[in-house]
């Protein structure tokens, strides 16, 4: 079985700009989170989503959003960027919003400058 | 507010050696704690997990042991091996909650 796909690898963006990363969770999963991990630090939890509906949100600013479609594949929107969104974003797929065990797809790099 | 501390920093340890990590935690309500192995440029991979009702949990070379009273937990890797040199990241998360809280890392280096 494929585990969590992300697309695109890599991305670079220019302050103001908008950016749009797309995750596949692990077939059979119903509940993805996006974390952000900038370098040196650990994953920080941004949202989760279960079902379509969010179940719960970090302490990130209203410039993020992100939404799950009906296949449970989800998008992590980004806007007006900053030099500080720069990070590894990662998505990660969970059987159900309560499940605790979360597997964790590639990543994509996001470089602002 | 830090909720899961994370020592030491960075971890050097030479091959067939016993690498120890630490993590304590703060909040009561976490009930399920995993360790991650993170190699560069990839994403987090689940190693090992475990939950309060047991004080150990041993899968091949790693080892979780867990002490309730104290709050804290750590991943013992056995018989060290330059393939284990990666970084290694404890979590916690609670029952009514499915965000994972993450502590900083630690930077394995096994010397051959």
């Known amino acids: 079985d494929a585990g969590v796909t992300q697309s695109p690898t890599h991305l670079i963006k220019t302050r103001g700009q908008q950016v749009t990363l797309r995750c596949s969770p692990i077939s059979g999963h119903k509940s993805v989170s996006w974390y952000q991990q900038v370098l040196g630090q650990g994953p920080q939890f941004i949202f989760q989503y279960y079902e379509k509906e969010e179940r719960g949100r970090g302490n990130f600013p209203d410039r993020f959003s992100a939404r799950q479609f009906p296949n449970y594949s989800s998008e992590l929107n980004v806007n007006a960027l900053l030099l500080g969104d720069s990070a590894l974003y990662l998505c990660?797929?969970?059987?159900?919003?309560?499940?605790?065990?979360?597997?964790f797809g590639p990543g994509t790099r996001l470089t602002v400058l | 507010q830090q909720q899961v501390k994370q020592s030491p920093q960075s971890l050097i340890v030479q091959k067939g050696g016993i690498s120890i990590i630490n993590c304590a935690y703060e909040n009561t309500a976490f009930d399920y704690f995993p360790w991650y192995q993170q190699f560069p440029g990839k994403g987090p991979a689940l190693l090992i997990a475990i939950r309060p009702d047991v004080s150990e949990k041993k899968e091949g070379r790693f080892t979780i042991s867990f002490n309730k009273r104290a709050k804290q937990f750590s991943l013992h890797i056995m018989d060290s091996q330059p393939g284990d040199s990666a970084t290694y990241f404890c979590?916690?998360?609670?029952?009514?909650?499915?965000?994972?809280?993450f502590g900083k890392g630690t930077k394995l280096s096994v010397k051959p």
């Open positions: 979590a916690a998360s609670g029952r009514s909650q499915g965000n994972l809280i």
């Open positions: 990660a797929s969970s059987r159900d919003s309560s499940y605790n065990e979360q597997f």
